[in-house]
């Protein structure tokens, strides 16, 4: 799962691959380097680690041309080293390719190759792509590329350069994105959108089998039967980007663009086509999704269980592509996914979608393959999130499934009218609640800073506060590396409780006012074995709660309160990350959009 990058067109080519680099480092970052035609000869400038590895090494050696493709790279096959880092050349170094997927059978491939008196340089699958195209090329680049791609099993979006083709690059995809961009100095083609932003007025996400061909001057697509097909660009979206004053690192940034998130909402709230597929679909409602997504999920499951006393399911978007989850025309699946091309989230989707559900999406990219997907769209508006922890969207996500489930009870007459306004007048309210959170930011600092030597980290509540405590414990352990999970509170005595101990902190969300005894009796399970405990409470609970440590989120029904306490979760995880000199960022072994299954 990687990005990758390529450009042709009247100027220099190095940097216009550089910045588009920059923009996709959140798709890996384990290694990056670039391939350029010279005029001459394709050469290739690679390096393990940050962008500014290859920076550096491009300074030195540097490369000079206007046609080139690049690559950043989250490791599959191979540990991120020089030689494993991509563009890969193919033996005679006729031609050079970029990668983004991972190939089922590259074994195959590669004993085959390697039969016919191939040497590998590296230990990734995708070298053998390089390789193959060469030894199928027979005086047309065209057909060399689409014959590789029809041996080719697994996913892949690929960029190739041609040693015999100076001013042209080649494209091609199945199952990884791939959009090509429309410029006045040229075209592109990337993983995604942001990372020819600058470069492209128009765009046009290429369909699975395709192949494009690009020149400086002109476009050309063909199917994977070899015919030529029309190119319907898209005007490039203007990004709703919400900050612009960026804080030292954008975690901290995104964070504070929530009360301006939550003030936007969704793009357009389908209330009418809603009601429609609710009453349609009668009960049957399922949740999928990955890490944050997949929370977001759960926040809405145990809303509809509180609010309308109905049970939806919530599958983790890999479970159902293995388990028999049970899925058919009656069921509404609402895929949940900050990028859109998160690559469990997509296959999930087309399963279910193969099988006869309606397929709605909660997404934050209008663009994306999910979003082309879906029969329906909720697109949240937090602008672009650039930091791998999900932060923003999650609670944009969470924003716009709590609109679903108002909604959803007032079709089924599970609320009454005055009910459903108090309820709408609190989503009101939730901008200047999350601010006033935002402003008492500084109050983690001193906190983070004992937190920073945990043993481990583990987050409980019950009920709303439990789904939100599942994102906490996330949160944590991706951005600090401190361990961490989640329980429901009264299962820490089933087992858990074992591992409470000096050093140990339990981070309680105690945020209804109905379970204060009870969160009062976890604080004393925690606390009497000698561990610390954080507790996040509403104003009006707090000064029932005997913590040492109390955080307190303003009051709000207790449906609303996962969107409050997360925030608090949020800035915790990151100050803690930065108490323990972690890159909040680009935490290690982790990439923002997991474009593999
Ligand atoms: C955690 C995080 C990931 C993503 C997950 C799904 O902070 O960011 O767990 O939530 O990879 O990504 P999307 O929402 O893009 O499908």
Redesign the pocket.
């Known amino acids: 799962m990687c990005g990758i990058v390529g450009y042709v067109g009247r100027g220099e080519v190095v940097p216009v691959l550089l910045e588009g680099l920059r923009s996709l480092e959140y798709r890996g970052y384990d290694s990056s380097g670039i391939a350029v035609h010279t005029g001459e000869a394709l050469r290739v400038v690679k390096k393990a680690g940050r962008i500014a590895n290859l920076e550096r090494a491009l300074n030195a050696h540097p490369l000079s041309g206007r046609c080139g493709i690049g690559h950043t790279r989250w490791a599959t096959h191979g540990v991120a080293t020089d030689l494993n880092a991509h563009p890969f050349l193919s033996q005679s170094g006729t031609f050079a390719v970029v990668h983004n997927g991972i190939l089922t059978n590259y074994r195959a491939l590669a004993s085959d190759l390697v039969s016919q008196g191939v040497t590998f340089s590296s230990d990734t699958d995708s070298e053998a792509i390089a390789h193959l195209i060469e030894r199928l090329y027979e005086g047309d680049v065209l057909s060399a590329i689409r014959s590789a791609a029809e041996r080719l099993e697994g996913s892949y979006a690929l960029a190739v350069l041609s040693l015999y083709e100076p001013n042209v690059i080649y494209g091609v995809r199945k199952d990884s994105p791939l959009v090509i961009g429309r410029g006045k100095e040229g075209f592109s083609l990337c993983s995604d959108i942001s990372g020819i932003f600058d470069i492209c007025d128009a765009y046009c996400p290429l369909g699975n089998g395709e192949i494009v061909r690009l020149r400086s001057e002109g476009a050309e697509r063909y199917d994977a039967e070899g015919r030529e097909r029309p190119i319907s660009y898209l005007t490039r979206e203007t990004e709703d980007c919400l900050g612009g004053q960026y804080a030292e690192d954008r975690m901290l940034s995104e964070i504070r663009e929530i009360p301006r998130a939550l003030s936007l909402g969704s793009e357009h709230f389908p209330r009418g086509a809603l009601r429609r597929l609710l009453v349609g679909t009668g009960e049957d409602v399922l949740l999928l ?7 977001a999920g759960l926040v809405f499951r145990a809303a509809m269980r509180e609010l309308c006393g109905v049970e939806v399911r919530a599958e983790i978007a890999s479970e159902l592509l293995t388990a028999r989850v049970p899925v058919d025309e009656r069921t509404l699946v609402i895929a ?7 690559a469990d ?1 997509l296959r999930a989707a087309e399963r279910a979608k193969e099988r006869g559900a309606h397929l709605l999406s909660v997404c ?1 990219v209008r663009a994306s393959s999910l979003v082309r997907l879906s029969d329906d769209a909720l697109v949240t508006r937090c602008g672009r999130e650039c930091a ?4 923003k ?2 609670v944009a ?1 969470v924003q716009a499934l709590l609109q679903i489930c108002l909604e959803y009870a007032d079709i089924m007459g599970k609320i009454t009218a005055e009910k459903l306004d108090v309820f709408r007048r609190e989503l009101d309210a939730l901008p200047a609640k999350a601010a006033h959170l935002i402003g008492e930011e500084g109050r983690m600092a001193a906190l983070a800073s004992r937190v920073k030597g945990a043993k481990a980290v583990f987050y409980l509540g019950r009920g709303l506060d439990y789904a939100a405590a599942r994102e906490g414990s ?2 944590l352990k ?1 951005v600090s590396y401190l361990f961490s999970e989640a329980y429901p509170s009264g299962e820490l005595k089933h087992g858990t409780l074992a591992l409470m101990e000096h050093g140990v902190y339990g981070v309680l969300v105690a945020t209804d006012p109905a379970l204060t005894e009870k969160n009062a009796a976890t604080i004393a399970e925690i606390t009497c074995r000698g561990a610390s405990a954080v507790v996040i409470a509403s104003e009006s609970v707090a000064p029932h709660l005997p913590a040492e440590c109390l955080l307190t989120v303003p009051d709000a029904p207790p449906l609303f309160s996962p969107i409050l306490s997360s925030i608090v979760m949020q800035q915790l995880a990151y100050f803690v990350a930065k108490a323990r000199g972690c890159d909040p960022d680009r935490p290690r072994n ?1 990439a ?3 474009t593999v299954e």
Do not use: I, R
């Open positions: 999704g990955c890490g944050s997504a997949y929370h949940l996914s900050q990028s859109g091309e998160t989230t934050n791998v922890a999900a932060t969207s999650y996500q996330l949160k991706e982790l923002k959009s997991v």
